[in-house]
């Protein structure tokens, strides 16, 4: 199993990026995906999930209304678009995806700053 994330970079606080998580090596469709993000000295924590056919999603209090998760079962890839970035959302962002087991990707970094 392979979960790839891309799409991270500097961007200066008000942008936009979109973060993606390619899956290899899995039924794609069967598993709920997530995003999470650790911050330096902070613990990992759950930015977004989307259930295994899209049906539901979920958010941190911290992202909604800015951030937007969702899938493609045909590409085996989750997205994460995100607007309105803070340096708050200054992390390594990484994807997860579960069914029964949980598996990670390495992480990519967003960092928001002038």
């Known amino acids: 199993v392979q979960l790839v994330e891309s799409g991270g970079g500097l961007v200066q606080p008000g942008g936009s990026l979109r973060l993606s998580c390619a899956a290899s090596g899995l039924s794609f469709s069967r598993y709920d995906m997530s995003w999470y993000r650790q911050a330096p000295g902070k613990e990992r924590e759950l930015v977004a999930g989307?259930?295994?056919?899209?049906?539901?999603?979920n958010y941190a209090d911290s992202v909604k209304g800015r951030f937007t998760i969702s899938r493609d079962n045909a590409k085996n890839t989750v997205y994460l678009q995100m607007n309105s970035l803070t340096p708050e959302d200054t992390a390594v962002y990484y994807c997860?995806?579960?069914?029964?087991?949980?598996?990670w990707g390495q992480g990519t970094q967003v960092t928001v700053s002038s």
């Open positions: 989307i259930s295994s056919f899209g049906g539901s999603t």
């Open positions: 997860k995806a579960t069914y029964g087991r949980a598996y």
